[in-house]
């Protein structure tokens, strides 16, 4: 692993479904974050992580849930999927949340809800 | 309302030349800007940082200036080349650490 993993690259979900984007770093970066992407409204924050152990709400964070049990992983989960939350999502870090430097992206998972 | 943009549609110049891209935002008061570059199927790459209190900033072929009286960022590629081509997005930090970024331009460079 080098950097920002995400898994999987993309899925078709059946609304109503539950689901966990996985994100995974090796850079041992303090701060995590999730945005989506839409055609049209760019990049968009979801949640995000200071450091291990707590978490917060972005600017678009309803139907969607975080935790952050260690450094590395920072895993996203729709409780039930809509239609609406089809979308390209991205885990992000940076090595602390404060600090002048750029994030480092994952792939990116393309999640459609049908 | 709070807002940054970016020119939506896409840029198109010829190889050699220099590509400028311009980020404008209102209402907001960042300590940071950023600019990151994305590829088709890809995520955001970083690019450049540069601070409130700094007018401009190099890294090889790339300029970024920034005027916080303007409320303006430009993005300045020379002697661009056809792999330069990609969405470029400029991103904002209020030094909270949470970015806020534009919709991106897209710059196309021609053989």
């Known amino acids: 692993i080098a950097g920002i993993t995400q898994a999987p690259t993309s899925q078709i979900l059946a609304a109503g479904r539950r689901m966990t984007l996985r994100c995974t770093q090796d850079?041992?970066?303090?701060?995590m974050y999730w945005y989506r992407q839409d055609l049209g409204l760019g990049l968009r924050l979801i949640h995000y992580s200071n450091t291990a152990g707590t978490t917060g709400k972005g600017e678009v964070p309803d139907g969607y849930s975080v935790s952050r049990a260690n450094t590395d992983d920072f895993p996203l989960t729709l409780a039930s999927a809509v239609p609406s939350q089809t979308s390209v999502y991205f885990c992000?870090?940076?090595?602390?949340?404060?600090?002048?430097?750029?994030?480092?992206f994952g792939s990116g998972t393309r999640l459609t809800v049908v | 309302s709070q807002k940054i943009e970016q020119n939506s549609e896409a840029l198109n110049i010829q190889e050699g030349k220099t590509a400028t891209l311009t980020c404008n935002y209102t209402n907001y008061s960042p300590a940071y800007l950023q600019w990151y570059r994305q590829d088709p199927g890809r995520g955001p790459v970083f690019l450049l940082l540069i601070r409130e209190n700094e007018k401009e900033k190099r890294k090889e072929r790339l300029k970024v200036t920034f005027d916080t009286t303007l409320k303006q960022s430009l993005f300045h590629i020379t002697a661009s080349q056809p792999a330069d081509s990609a969405t470029y997005l400029c991103?904002?930090?209020?030094?909270?650490?949470?970015?806020?970024f534009g919709q991106g331009t897209t710059l196309q460079v021609k053989p």
């Open positions: 850079m041992r970066h303090n701060a």
């Open positions: 992000a870090s940076k090595t602390e949340m404060t600090g002048a430097d750029g994030y480092t």
């Open positions: 991103a904002l930090d209020m030094i909270t650490g949470k970015l806020i």
